[in-house]
């Protein structure tokens, strides 16, 4: 697969503008009908608590959890959709079911909320799998995310601080980690195959391109022509005999 897989469209800018639009409008009705939607995340290992699966990303605490949140959503958003069109909506789709359902599983007897957990599952699937195809492109990205969001995997590990869920950044490492390994992308590490090293190719039956295998090398060479027989009369130019006749009895009369 050449870089022709990679296109650009108005999606790669819409998605994760609407997605993050959409997390801010919750914030709004939030804060104005005073809902008090933190109620609505994930609560482990309760039949209410499954809501939150759905809902928890949606919902943020205070305007410095949404703003956190936000330019990486937009960053990872729009390199998941320019890089992995095909699989851009089953990673964010089922990423936020399969990571809050693991938060679910796993998380402390508290309220867990915020979208943190999809931007883990995003930043371990385009890191992994960037790393697994060998395409120069998606290593690049994959070293990009490394650099700019690293330093990111110390929180999920418990104690780094109370207020944060490291128990959903976990799951959303695992579920991106996991998407990496199942999720199917085209061959893009395939050597670029051009039509003249085809072996089939040579529709006009050209006789230079015979001299060249599928692999672009010299062979076949062409057997040597016979070199003309040297002829130094029928080289040079034409020459005139003349031939004188003495009879024997002139010669025995000669002094």
Avoid: C
Wanted: hydrophobic share 45%; aromatic share 16%.
């Amino acid at each position: 697969m050449n870089d022709d897989q990679f296109k650009f469209s108005a999606s790669v800018i819409l998605l994760p503008f609407a997605f993050v639009l959409t997390l801010w409008l919750a914030f709004y009705i939030d804060i104005k009908f005073n809902l008090d939607a933190a109620d609505w995340g994930i609560y482990p290992r309760t039949l209410e608590g499954l809501r939150g699966v759905v809902l928890s990303p949606f919902i943020h605490g205070n305007l410095e959890h949404l703003y956190n949140n936000t330019i990486p959503l937009l960053v990872l958003m729009a390199a998941l959709r320019y890089f992995y069109r095909e699989q851009s909506w089953a990673v964010i789709g089922y990423g936020i079911l399969i990571s809050g359902l693991i938060t679910w599983i796993i998380g402390r007897s508290s309220f867990h909320i915020g979208a943190s957990g999809l931007i883990y599952v995003l930043t371990a699937f385009i890191f992994f799998k960037g790393i697994r195809t060998k395409h120069y492109r998606l290593v690049a990205l994959s070293l990009a995310v490394v650099m700019v969001y690293g330093s990111t995997i110390w929180y999920v590990f418990p104690g780094i601080e109370k207020e944060i869920s490291w128990e959903g950044h976990l799951a959303g490492l695992v579920t991106g980690f996991a998407f990496a390994m199942l999720f199917k992308t085209p061959d893009y590490h395939r050597p670029i195959k051009y039509d003249w090293e085809r072996p089939d190719f040579n529709p006009a039956g050209d006789k230079f391109l015979e001299r060249f295998d599928e692999n672009g090398n010299f062979v076949n060479l062409p057997p040597p022509e016979p070199e003309p027989e040297s002829d130094e009369f029928a080289a040079s130019p034409a020459v005139k005999i003349t031939y004188f006749f003495v009879p024997k009895e002139e010669r025995d009369e000669k002094p």
